[in-house]
C-alpha cells in the first residue's frame, strides 16, 4: 500500500511538473513575444526616426546606424558599420573628433555642429547630440545627427546679404567722392579744351586725361551698379532674346576650341528690368566661363520658367515662393575652390593676374541682379566646372518708358543759385555757366543759399543743388526754398546715378549724375529755364 501511495504522489508530482512546465513555457513564449515586439518596436523606432542615429563605440567605430544616417551620408548602412566615424568629417574637423570622444567618454553630454562628407564628396552640416551610455560591462557612445545643411545656407546667404549690403554702402560712398573729383578734371579740362584754340600739343595732352577719366568713370559706374546706386531702365522683355544677342557678340570673340549650347525655355513669361543690365550679367558669366576653359570646352546656357515653393529641387531655400525665369550659365573649366566661391561677388577680389582684371565683374553682377530682386548662385567643382544661376522674378506689370527729348546746348543770362560742398565742383559749374552768360550765386553752405535765395528770389530762374551735403541735404533744401517760392525749378546734381525720392520731397526738374561736361550742364540748364518760361512765363 505504501509503494502505491507513493507511486501515486510522485505521478500527482510528475502531473504538476508537467502542467508548471507547461504554464512556463507559455510564460516564456509569451515575454519572447512581448521582447521580440520591444525590440521590433525599437528598431522601428530607431530605423525610422528623423534624425540620423549611430552607435559608437569608445575607439569611435561606427557599430550600427539608422537609414536617416546612411541616407544623410549618401553611404549604406553596412558601408557605415565598421568605419570610423571621424573619417566621415571634413578634414579640418578632423582634429576636434578625438577631443570630442574623449570628453563625452567622461561623461559630458555634447551638443555641437560639424560637417561631415557625403559619399559624393558634397559636404552635410549636422547638429549632433552625442552622450555615452553603459550597456552590460561596455560603454558605448550613442550619437543623434540632424541635418541643418538648408539651415546653415539660409544663415549664410542672410550674412553673405547683409555683408554685400555694408560693403555696398562704402562702395556707393566711394563712388559719389570719386564722381565729385571726376566732375572737377572732366570739366576744368573741357574749359581749358575751349581757351588754348588749335594748340594740337595740349589738346592731345587733355585728350588722354579726358580718356583716363572717362575710363574711371566707368568703373565707378560699375561701383554703382554694385551698390545699387544706379538708375535702371525698366521694359518687359523675353531673356531668351538677351541671351541669343549676347551669345552672338561673344561668338565673334571667342576660341573656336569653345562650344556654346542653348537649351532655353519655350514662351517664357516676360520679365520687367534692364536688358541691358541683364546682358552685362550674361556676358560677365560667359567670358568668365571662356577664361576658365583655356583649351577649349563647352558653355551650356539654358533658361526655364519655374514656381518657386518650398521643396522644389534646386532652388535655394532662400529664394522666396513665386514665378521666376532662371538662366543658368555652365561650363567644363577649372573650377572654382570651394574658400572663394564666397568671396567672388565681392568688389575687388579676383583671382586673375594684376593687369587682367579689376575684380568689379561679378561685383557689378551681384548688385545688378539684386536690383531686379533676383538671386544668384554658384556651384563648381575643381576640374569639373563652374554653373552660375540667376533667378529673375517674373512680373505682371508693364513699365513704360519716357521718350527721351533732345537738348541742344544754348547761352543764357539768367541767375542761377549753385549749391555743393564741394569746391572744386562748385568753381567747375559757376564757371562754366558764367562763361556762357549767366549770373551765378555759389556757395559751399545750404544755409547761406536760403539766405540768398529769400533776398533775391525774384531773380533767381533756377537753383542746382548737390543731393548729399553735410548741414542740409539737397532734399530739405529744395523743400524749404519751395516754401519761399513755390514756383521755383531745380537741378539736382549728384555722384550716385539716382535720385531717391521720398513721399514730402519736393521733386527736382531734372537730375544730372556726376561726372558730366560743361555742354550736358548748359543743355540741361537751358532747357529747365525755357520750360518754367513757357509755363510761367519770363
Request: aromatic share 6%; no cysteine; charged share 25%.
Amino acid at each position: 500500500m505504501q509503494n502505491i501511495s507513493l507511486q501515486y504522489d510522485l505521478e500527482e508530482q510528475k502531473k504538476h511538473l508537467e502542467v508548471y512546465a507547461l504554464q512556463l513555457k507559455s510564460m516564456v513564449e509569451e515575454r519572447t513575444q512581448e521582447l521580440s515586439k520591444s525590440n521590433q518596436w525599437h528598431q522601428a523606432l530607431f530605423d525610422n526616426a528623423t534624425d540620423g542615429i549611430m552607435v559608437l563605440d569608445q575607439n569611435g567605430i561606427i557599430m550600427n546606424a539608422n537609414d536617416r544616417a546612411a541616407e544623410m551620408h549618401g553611404f549604406s548602412k553596412e558601408a557605415l558599420v565598421g568605419s570610423h566615424s571621424g573619417l566621415l568629417e571634413v578634414d579640418e574637423r578632423r582634429g576636434e573628433a578625438a577631443e570630442r570622444l574623449r570628453r563625452i567618454l567622461q561623461g559630458e553630454s555634447l551638443v555641437y555642429e560639424t560637417e561631415h562628407f557625403k559619399k559624393d564628396g558634397t559636404r552635410v552640416f549636422l547638429e549632433v547630440s552625442s552622450k555615452a551610455i553603459p550597456i552590460h560591462d561596455e560603454v558605448f557612445i550613442q550619437s543623434f545627427q540632424r541635418d541643418i545643411t538648408e539651415k546653415k545656407k539660409i544663415q549664410e546667404h542672410l550674412f553673405q546679404a547683409q555683408k554685400m549690403d555694408s560693403i555696398g554702402m562704402l562702395a556707393g560712398g566711394i563712388a559719389h567722392d570719386f564722381n565729385n573729383v571726376l566732375t572737377a578734371i572732366l570739366g576744368y579740362t573741357d574749359l581749358i579744351r575751349r581757351d588754348v584754340g588749335a594748340n594740337e600739343k595740349v589738346l592731345s595732352r587733355l585728350s588722354v586725361i579726358e580718356n583716363a577719366s572717362r575710363k574711371a568713370g566707368t568703373m565707378v559706374s560699375q561701383l554703382l551698379g554694385f551698390s545699387r546706386k544706379s538708375e535702371i531702365e525698366r521694359v518687359p522683355f523675353d531673356v531668351n532674346d538677351v541671351v541669343r544677342d549676347t551669345v552672338k557678340l561673344l561668338e565673334r570673340v571667342i576660341d573656336k576650341r569653345i562650344v556654346i549650347r542653348l537649351a532655353l525655355g519655350e514662351r517664357l513669361p516676360p520679365i520687367v528690368g534692364d536688358m541691358n543690365q541683364v546682358e552685362q550679367v550674361l556676358m560677365n558669366f560667359m567670358v568668365n566661363a571662356r577664361d576658365a576653359m583655356p583649351y577649349g570646352g563647352i558653355i551650356t546656357v539654358t533658361s526655364s520658367a519655374i514656381d518657386a515653393r518650398p521643396g522644389v529641387d534646386g532652388v535655394p531655400p532662400y529664394v522666396p515662393a513665386g514665378n521666376y525665369v532662371m538662366i543658368s550659365i555652365a561650363d567644363t573649366g577649372v573650377g572654382i575652390p570651394e574658400e572663394i566661391q564666397r568671396k567672388i561677388f565681392e568688389p575687388f577680389f579676383t583671382t586673375k593676374e594684376r593687369g587682367k582684371g579689376t575684380g568689379l565683374g561679378l561685383a557689378m553682377v551681384y548688385g545688378m541682379v539684386t536690383e531686379h530682386k533676383g538671386y544668384v548662385t554658384v556651384q563648381s567643382k575643381i576640374n569639373q566646372g563652374t554653373t552660375f544661376t540667376v533667378y529673375l522674378p517674373v512680373s505682371a506689370k508693364v513699365a513704360s518708358m519716357p521718350r527721351k527729348q533732345t537738348v541742344i546746348s544754348a547761352r543764357g543770362s539768367e541767375m542761377v543759385l549753385l549749391v555743393d560742398d564741394d569746391e572744386s565742383v562748385l568753381n567747375f559749374i559757376k564757371e562754366a555757366l558764367e562763361k556762357n552768360g549767366y549770373k551765378v550765386i555759389a556757395t559751399t553752405n545750404p544755409m547761406s543759399a536760403i539766405d540768398a535765395f529769400t533776398k533775391m528770389h525774384h531773380e533767381i530762374s533756377l537753383v542746382i543743388t548737390d543731393v548729399v551735403m553735410p548741414l542740409l541735404d539737397g532734399r530739405e533744401l529744395m523743400k524749404r526754398i519751395a516754401e519761399i517760392d513755390p514756383q521755383t525749378r531745380f537741378l539736382t546734381v549728384s555722384g550716385y546715378s539716382r535720385y531717391s525720392e521720398k513721399s514730402d520731397d519736393v521733386k527736382p526738374d531734372y537730375f544730372l549724375q556726376k561726372p558730366f561736361e560743361s555742354d550736358d550742364l548748359l543743355a540741361m540748364v537751358r532747357k529747365i529755364i525755357d520750360n518754367k518760361k513757357a509755363l510761367h512765363g519770363p
